[in-house]
C-alpha cells in the first residue's frame, strides 16, 4: 500500500528579541575584562542577527526596547519555552531584574501559551538552562541558586521533564560551557566546563566560542564567527552552519544563544 504524503502545514515558528540599549558599555561583566564597545557595530551585528533568524525561516518578535537597561539586548536570560509552558526567570543580576516585565507581558499575549514564573528569593537566568528532549539542564551558577532549581523541579516534573543541575564554577552561565546539537550530544569547552560526566554524549569544541549553538532546524544551526574551527567541526558532523558576527556582545560575556529566545 503506497501511503499518500500530505503536505504538513509548517508550524509558526516565532523568536523573541529585543533591540540593544544604547549603553550596551554599562553591561555586567563578571569573568571577563571590560574592553571598549562599538555601538554602531553592535546594532548592526544585531541586525545581522535578526536577519539570520528571518532567513532561516524564523519570525523575530520584538519585546519593548529597554533603553535603560545595557542588559536587556540579552532576552535569553529572562524566560524559557517548554512546550507551550513558558517559565519567566527572575535574574540573579539586581540590575537586570526590571528586564523581565516587558518580557512577560510579550510572552502573556502569545497565543496558547501558559506562563509560570520563578519567585525570589528564587535566582534564575535563562542562560542557565539547557533542554536535551525531556531532560533540563540547570547550571547551579552565580546567577541561579538552589531555590529557583527547586522551583523549576515543581514547574517541569509535572509536565514530564527531569531537572538535572549542574554546577557552574568557571563561566557565567551552563550555556556559556555547552549547549546540545539536534542529536542530543553537548557540546563544550575543556575550560569552561566543569564535569562532564553528567552527558551521557559529550564532545569537545576547540573554541571557547563555540560551544554556543542556537538549533534553527533538526539540520540547521547558528554559531559565532569567533569560533570557526568548531563550525568546521559541527558541519563535518552533517549540520548545516550558519554563522554570525557578534563580537561585540562577546565582549560582555554574551554569544549567539543569548541574544534570542525560540517560542518551542
Ligand atoms: C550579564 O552579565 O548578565 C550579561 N552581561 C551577559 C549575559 C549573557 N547571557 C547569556 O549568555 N545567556
Known amino acids: 500500500r503506497v501511503l499518500e504524503r500530505r503536505p504538513r502545514r509548517r508550524a ?5 528579541v529585543r533591540i540593544p540599549a544604547s549603553n550596551l558599555d554599562e553591561a555586567v561583566l563578571t569573568h571577563v575584562e571590560r574592553r571598549p ?9 544585531w541586525d545581522d542577527y535578526c536577519a539570520a533568524l528571518v532567513a532561516e525561516g524564523w519570525e523575530t518578535l520584538e519585546v519593548d526596547a529597554a533603553p535603560g537597561l545595557p542588559d536587556s539586548v540579552f532576552i535569553e536570560d529572562t524566560v524559557v519555552f517548554f512546550g507551550d509552558t513558558a517559565v519567566i526567570a527572575n535574574p540573579g543580576a539586581e540590575s537586570r531584574a526590571a528586564e523581565v516585565e516587558a ?9 496558547g501559551i501558559s506562563v509560570a514564573r520563578i519567585a525570589a528569593p528564587g535566582t534564575l537566568d535563562g542562560g542557565d538552562v539547557l533542554k536535551v528532549g525531556e531532560t533540563v539542564y540547570v547550571g547551579a551558577s552565580g546567577r541561579t541558586n538552589a531555590e529557583a532549581i527547586r522551583q523549576l ?16 564554577t568557571k563561566a557565567l552561565h551552563l550555556k556559556s560551557t555547552v549547549t546540545a546539537l539536534p542529536d542530543g550530544t553537548v557540546i563544550g569547552h575543556p575550560d569552561l566546563v566543569g564535569s562532564t560526566s553528567l552527558f551521557p554524549r559529550f564532545l569537545e569544541v576547540p573554541e571557547p566560542e563555540g560551544v554556543a549553538v542556537v538549533v534553527l532546524s533538526d539540520e540547521t544551526l547558528l554559531m559565532s564567527a569567533s569560533a570557526p574551527k568548531s563550525a568546521e567541526l559541527v558541519s563535518g558532523l552533517g549540520y548545516r552552519v550558519v554563522t554570525v558576527d557578534v563580537s561585540e556582545f562577546e565582549k560582555l560575556e554574551g554569544c ?4 534570542s529566545v525560540r517560542v518551542r
Open 256 to 259: 549567539v544563544t543569548c541574544l
Open 103 to 111: 518580557v512577560e507581558r510579550t510572552v502573556r499575549a502569545l497565543p
Open 37 to 45: 564597545i562599538d555601538q554602531a557595530k553592535a546594532d548592526e551585528q
Open 12 to 16: 509558526r515558528r516565532v523568536a523573541l
Open 153 to 168: 523541579r515543581g514547574i517541569l516534573s509535572p509536565l514530564g521533564y527531569t531537572v538535572v543541575a549542574v554546577p557552574v
